[in-house]
């Protein structure tokens, strides 16, 4: 009986390695994990060198002591080695020039020194236009206000941007509060902005990128700053931030009516307010100041939001610690949905101080699903319609 004709391995000489275009076209995909962009269109990938199956690739970082560098070393390794013909891959870094990383910046963000005039056009000072200002943008700015502080208006911020990026949405959050800033805290992180040739890049966690004056002053300085400096602020962070267009923006107010929430209006004239109270009937009465300022500065009230409702015991019964109705009263006095009553839970306030957000943690607990169904109700209830106005879309 003939025995089959046995076919040998191929040698490494009959190997097909790949090309130096192959390669390149394999780390298209691979993203840097900050800007959300391909590495080889931001021109981070400097060398292609190939010996055999060996291939090695040199990456220009945008900042030396980049915090991320072992997952794009990971990332670039992973797309190279899958490469038929590839036995290791080598990744070695450099740092990008002065003048690349001020291409980039260009290339990102605009240029910084962008004219007065346009500036003045759309009422805001001199400096980089504020995109979000512009009608044409995508961005849905969501501003969260309360009548005074201790109502948890930051741990709702914090959950609510959290469940609209579980809804797949890109989010962003500006902590306005100056004073009291808390929100990088309530995410976990850590790491501070990335700086590109003056460009702030913000840090992200569970999904939603953040900028805030935690990060520029310590945790236990007080920041003393009058108006004209903090309308400053506020405006760098709007301008100097590399948002990349999310779907929303959503900036945590200072409790009150005062100098910040009068620049953020004159910002961002097409910002939607969220009130956020508690059940008792002093503080919705506060809140509706809130409101008022709103009405003042020609900005809309979209909805009330009501935390600490009740409370459960280990009985199973619920007590209204804090009273009740106040929300919806606040709710009907100025003409808006009540969008839903967020429980008093310890593990709400645990996970605010350990970086660990109910809604990220237990999402399909009693209070993950209260913040899930507000996120809904944001997204799809109370989104814009379109208006055409003389053959011009408009978002109404």
Same mark, same amino acid.
């Given at each position: 009986?003939?025995?089959?004709?046995?076919?040998?391995?191929?040698?490494?000489?009959?190997?097909?390695?790949?090309?130096?275009?192959?390669?390149?076209?394999?780390?298209?995909?691979?993203?840097?994990?900050?800007?959300?962009?391909?590495?080889?269109?931001?021109?981070?990938?400097?060398?292609?060198?190939?010996?055999?199956?060996?291939?090695?690739?040199?990456?220009?970082?945008?900042?030396?002591?980049?915090?991320?560098?072992?997952?794009?070393?990971?990332?670039?390794?992973?797309?190279?080695?899958?490469?038929?013909?590839?036995?290791?891959?080598?990744?070695?870094?450099?740092?990008?020039?002065?003048?690349?990383?001020?291409?980039?910046?260009?290339?990102?963000?605009?240029?910084?020194?962008?004219?007065?005039?346009?500036?003045?056009?759309?009422?805001?000072?001199?400096?980089?236009?504020?995109?979000?200002?512009?009608?044409?943008?995508?961005?849905?700015?969501?501003?969260?206000?309360?009548?005074?502080?201790?109502?948890?208006?930051?741990?709702?911020?914090?959950?609510?941007?959290?469940? /609209?990026?579980?809804?797949?949405?890109?989010?962003?959050?500006?902590?306005?509060?100056?004073?009291?800033?808390?929100?990088?805290?309530?995410?976990?992180?850590?790491?501070?902005?990335?700086?590109?040739?003056?460009?702030?890049?913000?840090?992200?966690?569970?999904?939603?990128?953040?900028?805030?004056?935690?990060?520029?002053?310590?945790?236990?300085?007080?920041?003393?700053?009058?108006?004209?400096?903090?309308?400053?602020?506020?405006?760098?962070? /709007?301008?100097?931030?590399?948002?990349?267009?999310?779907?929303?923006?959503?900036?945590?107010?200072?409790?009150?009516?005062?100098?910040?929430?009068?620049?953020?209006?004159?910002?961002?004239?097409?910002?939607?307010?969220?009130?956020?109270?508690?059940?008792?009937?002093?503080?919705?009465?506060?809140?509706?100041?809130?409101?008022?300022?709103?009405?003042?500065?020609?900005?809309?009230?979209?909805?009330?939001?009501?935390?600490?409702?009740?409370?459960?015991?280990?009985?199973?019964?619920?007590?209204?610690?804090?009273?009740?109705?106040?929300?919806?009263? /606040?709710?009907?006095?100025?003409?808006?949905?009540?969008?839903?009553?967020?429980?008093?839970?310890?593990?709400?306030?645990?996970?605010?101080?350990?970086?660990?957000?109910?809604?990220?943690?237990?999402?399909?607990?009693?209070?993950?699903?209260?913040?899930?169904?507000?996120?809904?109700?944001?997204?799809?209830? /109370?989104?814009?319609?379109?208006?055409?106005?003389?053959?011009?879309?408009?978002?109404?």
């Amino acid at each position: 009986m003939p025995h089959p004709t046995a076919h040998p391995e191929p040698s490494r000489k009959d190997t097909v390695v790949p090309t130096e275009a192959e390669i390149t076209e394999a780390l298209r995909p691979v993203e840097d994990p900050e800007l959300h962009r391909s590495i080889v269109d931001l021109g981070m990938v400097k060398e292609i060198a190939q010996s055999g199956g060996n291939v090695r690739v040199m990456i220009a970082l945008t900042t030396p002591g980049c915090p991320l560098k072992n997952e794009i070393n990971s990332r670039v390794s992973t797309a190279v080695r899958a490469l038929a013909g590839v036995d290791a891959v080598q990744v070695d870094f450099t740092s990008m020039t002065k003048e690349e990383l001020a291409n980039l910046r260009q290339s990102l963000n605009g240029n910084p020194a962008a004219t007065a005039g346009s500036q003045q056009a759309h009422g805001h000072a001199e400096g980089r236009e504020i995109p979000f200002g512009d009608p044409s943008s995508k961005t849905r700015v969501l501003l969260i206000a309360s009548g005074k502080g201790g109502v948890g208006k930051s741990s709702v911020s914090t959950n609510l941007a959290i469940s /609209l990026a579980q809804r797949g949405k890109s989010v962003a959050i500006v902590d306005a509060d100056v004073w009291g800033f808390s929100i990088p805290r309530m995410l976990g992180i850590q790491q501070q902005p990335t700086v590109i040739d003056s460009m702030l890049v913000p840090p992200e966690a569970y999904g939603v990128r953040c900028i805030s004056m935690g990060f520029f002053a310590e945790e236990d300085q007080a920041v003393v700053w009058r108006g004209p400096m903090l309308h400053k602020a506020l405006e760098q962070f /709007l301008t100097d931030v590399f948002w990349d267009d999310p779907d929303y923006l959503i900036i945590d107010l200072p409790p009150g009516t005062g100098d910040i929430s009068i620049s953020i209006a004159q910002f961002l004239p097409r910002a939607e307010v969220y009130v956020v109270t508690t059940p008792q009937p002093a503080a919705q009465r506060v809140a509706q100041r809130a409101a008022a300022m709103a009405d003042k500065v020609n900005l809309k009230v979209r909805g009330v939001i009501e935390n600490m409702s009740w409370f459960t015991g280990d009985d199973g019964q619920r007590y209204e610690l804090f009273g009740e109705g106040g929300g919806q009263e /606040l709710a009907d006095r100025i003409k808006v949905p009540m969008l839903g009553k967020i429980p008093l839970l310890n593990d709400l306030r645990e996970g605010s101080d350990s970086g660990q957000p109910i809604a990220a943690i237990d999402p399909d607990g009693e209070g993950g699903r209260v913040f899930a169904s507000i996120a809904e109700r944001i997204d799809v209830e /109370l989104a814009p319609t379109r208006r055409y106005n003389k053959g011009l879309n408009i978002l109404g």
